[in-house]
């Protein structure tokens, strides 16, 4: 089905049912994405200043057959956020519907409107004595629409879940403009098809969250953090185990780290101190919050001695205050940024089977380490199996120099997580990004309800054209 | 769209394609269900060996426009597995498909067929020094298939969540014989649409789950159990919102029941040991299961006096050991079997939200209080918001004098229910016994796209016609 270009009379009608402010120009800063691959483009922003309002786009783009892209907070890393080509379309921000509705401390429930920001929901779980246990490096700008539209992952994925399992209900806009009130608070309702977890992660291509209801967790009594280095990936994995063995559902994190990574810092940010004297080849991050009745750093040196005597640690640190914890995390929080001012030639988000992780970096290793004119910095959540091995040009040389090289790479990396039974996106989406990947490595059968899926949720296509399903 | 009626013409074909005794008289035991309200019917029965059979069968049904019933354990009780009119169709059942096709302790995954009884899978878990938190009473027959196919509950939701939180992934046969291979060992894994979810709680409407990837959780190093005494339900969600700051994720279980529980066991079950030698008006279970380091009890303990100082609880016991734990949890356990014996009137599946239970509770009450010739049996899983309130006959009548006067019952606890922003069917589903409350209480919309889900998946309309949408 094609599309057709905005028009002045189609802009002009929608004004006149919207409140003033609601269409605006088409500021540079809604082309850009963080990885500046792609430059976007737009016919006009609107951003409505309700769910009803919402209601009213899309109804009106539907009728016209005009794309609508649903923007968010801009963070996407797959480009999802970002239509480079086709009949400039219409822009849908939801920066002014920023409300937290309510707050339910007793039930660890909070609803927020979708263009709530990430630190803000924080925040307003913080006001409660609660936490929103979802946390990424770009909280500060990501909003609550995308963080859903995309499954959002981050550090506390391992002890949560996901944006998927931390959320109760929606609201949702669908593209003929009919509005979905499913804003529950209930834990447990069986009322039906799972049409919250069909709009999760559907990336603004079955309808537009305008609120969601989140759920909350209390903040554990005691919090602790230590990092230890680990001789191999498989002791990592045999130390996690160990971890949880000890302290349950306790484990909030569990982020692998290179040696690497530590040079990239001492490179890009040599402010940063450097947690150990003699640089590791790997260590770990584990983070606990346990009950009462237990001393967080007294529970990790337990746990540290243990796996020392059974070989699986060799070294490390266990914070014995809030300052040396914040120190710690900082080396992984600025892992990102690292790795953004060493420039990657090709970044990657796999996942696989938990006791493959050790298997995959022996493959991908073999693969890229006789190369010898690149560097790997290999980190990430390794106790949802989740990787980000990332490939940088060799000291001294630049990512410009990569370029033809980069499908390849990407295709190997990905070659490699399928063959064991991976993913080619853990958490960050398909975006425009991956859409050809998706098509290479996934099950036939399911592209094919996805998009008969799609064909009945969205028939005219207008949704976020292009995205996901191509 | 109308279905045909099966013939030997078709099931003789469907045979010859089969293996041996994948077709199979209509035993009495396919037709009944629990609670004894509905009379099945089949035309058939076929019990496929294979994923590659199920694929058979359906294609066929498909082809031939023939209703098609998935079976499973057959404890469900809203009749999703009974077909009481229509055209004979054909019963499907996993009951042959069983295998625990693979174990992996150290990533907690299990992967089973979807005939393997819940207490098999129970068991292989706890070989590898696991657990597969789901558990209902029916563990001895309830199937995986089943289990998923309802999003069954149980006693561990507020800690583990539900069957959707404990699946990672599904092999699924859709309506027209294709198979979706999604049996994901994975963490994370951002491609595409969640069919996942769509299919679990679909109850055999949208596709034929044959196998599961299923979550297994440590166990935790010290599990504790106590019955404590509270002077109201608002005192026990206080005393919940207690327990969860002193442990967290801990607590396990958290389950309401009353004085007229424990009146009904000490009628129908003189043999039972009644837990406190005055009949408290409402009392609670706590299980917990803590990390290293802490005794559980001891922890109980510290909460119930804490709890006691506040006014919260008045009375209690900790279990000392096993033995004990087992015998409070014989309490909660014989809850179902002793309305049984008494025989309700209606019985009823509500949630709401969490701090609106109390309220629920004073409504009902004063609705229901009045009657006098009735009898309530209110209990449930408070921590999730779930509630069993059910209704019984007055001391010395019978059911069947009150069979008028059900549905005008079933509709007052619905309404009520319904005016909290609360469920009709927290953890029981729609099957076909509440299929106009879907349509009563439903949001227009989302039953609007469950329509045009079902009418995609399933074009035809062969899976499980008359269940969930009519």
Same mark, same amino acid.
């Given at each position: 089905?094609?599309?057709?270009?905005?028009?002045?009379?189609?802009?002009?009608?929608?004004?006149?049912?919207?409140?003033?402010?609601?269409?605006?120009?088409?500021?540079?800063?809604?082309?850009?994405?963080?990885?500046?691959?792609?430059?976007?483009?737009?016919?006009?922003?609107?951003?409505?200043?309700?769910?009803?309002?919402?209601?009213?786009?899309?109804?009106?783009?539907?009728?016209?057959?005009?794309?609508?892209?649903?923007?968010?907070?801009?963070?996407?890393?797959?480009?999802?956020?970002?239509?480079?080509?086709?009949?400039?379309?219409?822009?849908?921000?939801?920066?002014?519907?920023?409300?937290?509705?309510?707050?339910?401390?007793? @039930?660890?429930? !909070?609803?927020?409107?979708?263009? *709530?920001? %990430?630190?803000? =929901?924080? &925040?307003? +779980?913080?006001?409660?004595?609660?936490?929103?246990?979802?946390?990424?490096?770009?909280?500060?700008?990501?909003?609550?629409?995308?963080?859903?539209?995309?499954?959002?992952?981050?550090?506390?994925?391992?002890?949560?879940?996901?944006?998927?399992?931390?959320?109760?209900?929606?609201?949702?806009?669908?593209?003929?403009?009919?509005?979905?009130?499913?804003?529950?608070?209930?834990?447990?309702?069986?009322?039906?098809?799972?049409?919250?977890?069909?709009?999760?992660?559907? @990336?603004?291509? !079955?309808?537009?969250?305008?609120? *969601?209801? %989140?759920?909350? =967790?209390? &903040?554990? +009594?005691?919090?602790?953090?230590?990092?230890?280095?680990?001789?191999?990936?498989?002791?990592?994995?045999?130390?996690?185990?160990?971890?949880?063995?000890?302290?349950?559902?306790?484990?909030?994190?569990?982020?692998?780290?290179?040696?690497?990574?530590?040079?990239?810092?001492?490179?890009?940010?040599?402010?940063?101190?450097?947690?150990?004297?003699?640089?590791?080849?790997?260590?770990?991050?584990?983070?606990?919050?346990?009950?009462?009745?237990?001393?967080?750093?007294?529970?990790?040196?337990?746990?540290?001695?243990?796996?020392?005597?059974?070989?699986? =640690?060799?070294?490390?640190?266990?914070?014995?205050?809030?300052?040396?914890?914040?120190?710690?995390?900082?080396?992984?929080?600025?892992?990102?940024?690292?790795?953004?001012?060493?420039?990657?030639?090709?970044?990657?988000?796999?996942?696989?089977?938990?006791?493959?992780?050790?298997?995959?970096?022996?493959?991908?290793?073999?693969?890229?380490?006789?190369?010898?004119?690149?560097?790997?910095?290999?980190?990430?959540?390794?106790?949802?199996?989740?990787?980000?091995?990332?490939?940088?040009?060799?000291?001294?040389?630049?990512?410009?120099?990569?370029?033809?090289?980069?499908?390849?790479?990407?295709?190997?990396?990905?070659?490699?997580?399928?063959?064991?039974?991976?993913?080619?996106?853990?958490?960050?989406?398909?975006?425009?990004?991956?859409?050809?990947?998706?098509?290479?490595?996934?099950?036939?059968?399911?592209?094919?309800?996805?998009?008969?899926?799609?064909?009945?949720?969205?028939?005219?296509?207008?949704?976020?054209?292009?995205?996901?399903?191509?």
């Amino acid at each position: 089905m094609t599309l057709n270009a905005l028009t002045p009379d189609f802009l002009a009608a929608l004004d006149a049912q919207l409140g003033p402010k609601a269409l605006r120009p088409v500021d540079v800063r809604y082309l850009e994405e963080p990885r500046g691959r792609w430059a976007g483009q737009a016919g006009a922003v609107v951003a409505p200043a309700s769910t009803a309002e919402v209601a009213i786009v899309l109804a009106a783009a539907a009728q016209a057959r005009v794309g609508v892209v649903p923007y968010s907070g801009g963070t996407g890393l797959v480009g999802g956020q970002i239509m480079p080509d086709g009949a400039g379309a219409l822009l849908l921000s939801l920066e002014r519907m920023t409300a937290i509705r309510a707050v339910y401390p007793e @039930e660890n429930v !909070l609803i927020a409107e979708a263009g *709530a920001i %990430l630190e803000e =929901v924080h &925040r307003a +779980a913080e006001a409660v004595e609660r936490v929103y246990p979802l946390t990424i490096a770009s909280k500060g700008s990501a909003r609550v629409g995308g963080l859903l539209a995309c499954n959002a992952g981050g550090v506390n994925v391992l002890r949560y879940g996901n944006a998927r399992d931390i959320c109760l209900g929606l609201e949702v806009v669908f593209a003929d403009g009919r509005i979905w009130n499913g804003l529950s608070r209930l834990r447990k309702d069986n009322t039906g098809y799972d049409l919250r977890n069909l709009l999760i992660g559907s @990336e603004g291509t !079955l309808g537009v969250i305008t609120a *969601a209801s %989140l759920k909350l =967790v209390p &903040r554990p +009594a005691g919090e602790g953090t230590a990092l230890l280095v680990v001789p191999s990936p498989e002791a990592a994995l045999a130390l996690l185990s160990m971890a949880r063995d000890h302290m349950g559902e306790a484990v909030s994190a569990f982020e692998l780290m290179s040696g690497e990574g530590l040079r990239f810092q001492a490179e890009t940010m040599p402010d940063l101190r450097q947690p150990f004297e003699a640089r590791p080849e790997w260590f770990v991050l584990i983070d606990v919050g346990l009950a009462r009745g237990l001393d967080p750093a007294q529970a990790l040196e337990t746990l540290f001695a243990e796996a020392f005597e059974a070989g699986l =640690v060799s070294d490390g640190i266990v914070a014995q205050n809030d300052a040396q914890r914040h120190q710690f995390w900082e080396v992984r929080e600025q892992m990102p940024e690292a790795n953004r001012r060493i420039g990657s030639v090709s970044s990657h988000d796999i996942s696989v089977p938990l006791g493959l992780v050790p298997e995959f970096i022996r493959r991908a290793d073999a693969h890229f380490g006789t190369m010898g004119d690149i560097r790997i910095n290999c980190f990430g959540h390794l106790g949802d199996g989740n990787l980000h091995y990332n490939i940088f040009p060799a000291q001294g040389r630049s990512k410009a120099e990569y370029v033809t090289r980069r499908d390849e790479i990407k295709r190997a990396v990905h070659d490699i997580s399928h063959d064991l039974g991976g993913s080619h996106s853990a958490e960050h989406g398909i975006g425009r990004l991956k859409v050809q990947d998706l098509i290479t490595y996934g099950d036939p059968v399911k592209i094919a309800m996805m998009r008969e899926i799609k064909r009945v949720l969205d028939p005219v296509g207008i949704l976020n054209p292009g995205a996901v399903l191509g």
